[in-house]
């Protein structure tokens, strides 16, 4: 463990949520608390056919659709498309479904059960034909290729091969809030607020389906969000399309758009399927030769975010070992499923899983203990990742996993539970890219402020969103400690775009890493300027003062988009992750006794809100290791409802024990780095490794449940 830096005022503290107050006594204002008088409220018509065309739409009698404002694709002003990376999703269909639950379109009334109840009344005739449900039978969306040094001469000189297919299934957010967004219009333009992620990709989306013509027309508030995971990234956009539309179209009567908890999940955007196919080959002392990957993903029907899931996938797919020659192909593939999109991990908890499951098969096979085999063929410092990057520090993975190892007891117990006696044992070891991939930061641009008031506070203004994981409060202590003063004399001003400056979406565990960093420089640019003085009397005597700060890459930080090499990421968070299972000998129900975790995600800024982060994450992962599982029949998912999608309670999370060995950074806010992501990597290759060990048996896929252990 590194040395402890000087002990601050408030970094490395769990200092009280700045946000807590409000959450807990319910004054904190969601978008369904606004008050509803003189609001329309909105309803999306969607498809029922996965493929195919529509021939005819009819309002049946018995509803006042004069009444109703009705909302089509003629009445999109500008294009037709959802401005994300690729413009292929229509805001609503224009006559083509290449889904179920394809938006077609809105209706909107002042009394919502009117709504409901003439939703029914829309009757739509298609002209259906046959979709493509199958990874790899629709057309490629994206393809990466790395190649690293010759592969197949290290095949011919490897003494085992193996050579295994792994499937990952689809995973709901089950967050705490379902999507929702009010929009209204005025002289000013529209205005949207809503449970949302990422205002600026809302922002984009609005100002090009409407044809605004300044960036000024368009203001984006997020409201307190009950979570997202990525489920409000990309697709609160969709909502925020769908309301606006209708209220410009009802002359600006503000428009509540509130999807209930069935439809969020049946229409929304999901973790992607994949299936990965691994040759690997080793010696037989346990070194690895080579890695021969073909990642696959299910990108749905629309391209949304799916080239860059697909690459933290393929650039993860390679985990934390050191390999003489790689190959590694990924491609995300076309199906008449739901668009899939941001999910926490990203891409590379499938391909994690895939690899993570293969190196521990290699171990069993050669009779070789899965921790040393591992420890055998770690990264260190001046190694070389197949995307060429050189490892400029050493990501200290034999301590990372020791500690992992005495708190668990690893040894003890591997050696104690036998192969198929129903106790097992199982460990994964992994990494997660902190920031945007390659040149994703620099072309980002993203920018940070702070600005002085009368009053004597600091405003915090960014457009980086708090979600559940405690931006507000992160980025209050760092201003605090930065300016040495007291945390309510720091304010955080609410997601607004009128408002705040673009800080870049609030994902790839990026937000404390880089845009707090950002809210440092410009803090420490301030306390310069102060020169001694209070805030209170600087402003006394010079006014309001605004600081604001851009992102600047780390030196010695090299990507080439073209040829897909170079360093993928300016830093990576390492951890290891040891689960304890039993699995019952009737039921095999598997019943997960104990997790041990072990991190280095730098400094770490509030043990309290970065234990959540790495409970809550092991807790995801744990779901979509055991039990949370899409049925999909064409596409469309077949259990939208609590009831049938099954989600761990607290009954099933096991005992946890967390521990960090922080390795300060010198890119992020006070030496910090990512941690939203990380958890979600390593739980269900160990899940599953113990489970293979209580069974005897070989296990490739997630989610394991009982019926899939039966057989």
Same mark, same amino acid.
């Given at each position: ?297 299910? !990108? /749905?029907?629309? #391209?949304? *975010? +799916? ?5 933290? &996938?393929?650039?993860? @797919?390679?985990? $934390? %070992? ?98 198929? !006696? /129903?106790?097992? #044992?199982? *460990? +994964? ?5 902190? &920031?945007?991939?390659? @040149?994703?930061? $620099? %072309? ?98 010079? !006014? ?168």
């Amino acid at each position: 463990m590194t040395a402890k830096a000087e002990p601050h005022l408030f970094i490395g503290r769990s200092v009280r949520r700045t946000d807590g107050l409000g959450k807990v006594t319910g004054a904190s204002r969601y978008v369904d608390d606004h008050p509803a008088t003189g609001m329309l409220h909105a309803k999306t018509i969607r498809s029922t056919i996965a493929s195919g065309k529509i021939v005819s739409i009819e309002f049946e009698p018995g509803i006042p659709w004069d009444e109703f404002t009705i909302v089509d694709h003629k009445d999109i002003p500008g294009e037709n498309r959802v401005a994300l990376i690729e413009k292929d999703q229509p805001v609503l269909c224009d006559g083509v479904v290449r889904h179920h639950e394809e938006p077609i379109l809105l209706i909107a009334h002042p009394e919502r059960g009117l709504v409901e109840k003439a939703a029914r009344a829309v009757k739509i005739t298609y002209e259906e034909t046959p979709g493509v449900f199958e990874i790899g039978e629709g057309h490629v969306f994206k393809e990466y290729l790395i190649e690293h040094h010759d592969i197949e001469a290290e095949f011919a000189k490897s003494e085992i091969i193996l050579d295994e297919v792994y499937r990952t299934g689809a995973q709901e957010h089950v967050y705490i809030e379902p999507n929702g967004v009010i929009a209204w219009w005025d002289q000013a333009g529209v205005t949207i607020r809503g449970s949302l992620q990422c205002p600026y990709y809302v922002h984009k989306a609005v100002k090009a389906a409407f044809k605004l013509p300044s960036d000024s027309w368009v203001n984006v508030i997020q409201d307190t969000t009950g979570g997202g995971f990525g489920g409000k990234e990309e697709f609160p956009s969709v909502l925020a399309l769908h309301a606006a539309l209708v209220s410009r179209k009802a002359g600006g009567t503000p428009t509540r758009l509130i999807y209930d908890r069935e439809e969020d999940m049946v229409c929304s955007t999901k973790r992607h399927p994949s299936e990965t196919r691994l040759r690997i080959g080793a010696m037989r002392d346990g070194t690895l030769r080579a890695v021969d990957c073909d990642f696959k993903l299910d !990108g /749905g029907a629309y #391209i949304t *975010l +799916s080239p860059v899931v697909l690459s933290r &996938g393929v650039l993860h @797919s390679f985990s $934390v %070992y050191k390999w003489p020659a790689a190959r590694i192909r990924g491609r995300a593939y076309f199906t008449n499923s739901s668009p899939y999109g941001a999910f926490r991990g990203f891409g590379a908890p499938q391909s994690i899983y895939a690899i993570e499951a293969a190196i521990t098969q290699i171990a069993e096979r050669l009779h070789i203990d899965p921790a040393d085999l591992r420890r055998k063929n770690f990264l260190h410092k001046g190694d070389t990742m197949p995307t060429g990057q050189v490892l400029k520090v050493d990501p200290n993975m034999d301590a990372i996993m020791d500690r992992a190892l005495e708190l668990s007891n690893y040894k003890v117990k591997r050696a104690a539970w036998k192969r198929g !006696g /129903g106790k097992g #044992i199982g *460990l +994964s070891t992994f990494m997660h890219g902190a &920031g945007f991939t390659g @040149s994703g930061e $620099v %072309y980002l641009a993203s920018r940070a402020a702070v600005e002085t008031k009368a009053d004597g506070s600091v405003v915090i203004l960014t457009s980086s969103t708090d979600i559940g994981q405690g931006t507000e409060t992160v980025m209050t202590q760092i201003v605090a400690e930065t300016l040495q003063i007291p945390m309510e004399q720091v304010k955080f001003h609410q997601p607004e775009t009128r408002a705040v400056p673009n800080s870049g979406p609030t994902v790839a565990s990026r937000t404390t890493m880089v845009v707090g960093r950002l809210v440092e420089r410009a803090a420490q640019k301030l306390s310069a300027m102060l020169a001694g003085a209070t805030v209170e009397e600087h402003f006394k005597l010079y !006014g309001p003062t605004f600081v604001e700060e851009q992102y600047e890459p780390p030196p010695g930080i090299e990507w080439n988009d073209v040829t897909y090499r170079g360093d993928a990421y300016a830093t990576y968070a390492w951890a290891c992750n040891v689960a304890e299972v039993t699995v019952d000998p009737v039921t095999a129900a598997v019943k997960v006794d104990h997790l041990t975790g072990t991190f280095d995600i730098g400094t770490v800024v509030n043990p309290t809100l970065a234990v959540g982060q790495l409970e809550g994450g092991i807790a995801q992962g744990i779901g979509w290791a055991m039990c949370e599982k899409v049925v999909l029949k064409e596409g469309i998912m077949k259990n939208p409802q609590m009831t049938n999608y099954i989600l761990p309670t607290t009954v099933d999370i096991p005992d946890m024990k967390i521990d960090f060995l922080p390795a300060h950074w010198e890119g992020g806010a006070f030496g910090c780095k990512g941690v939203g992501e990380l958890p979600m990597d390593g739980p269900a290759p160990a899940i599953t490794a113990a489970i293979s060990q209580a069974l005897d048996s070989k296990i490739n896929h997630v989610p394991v449940l009982p019926e899939d252990l039966l057989k």
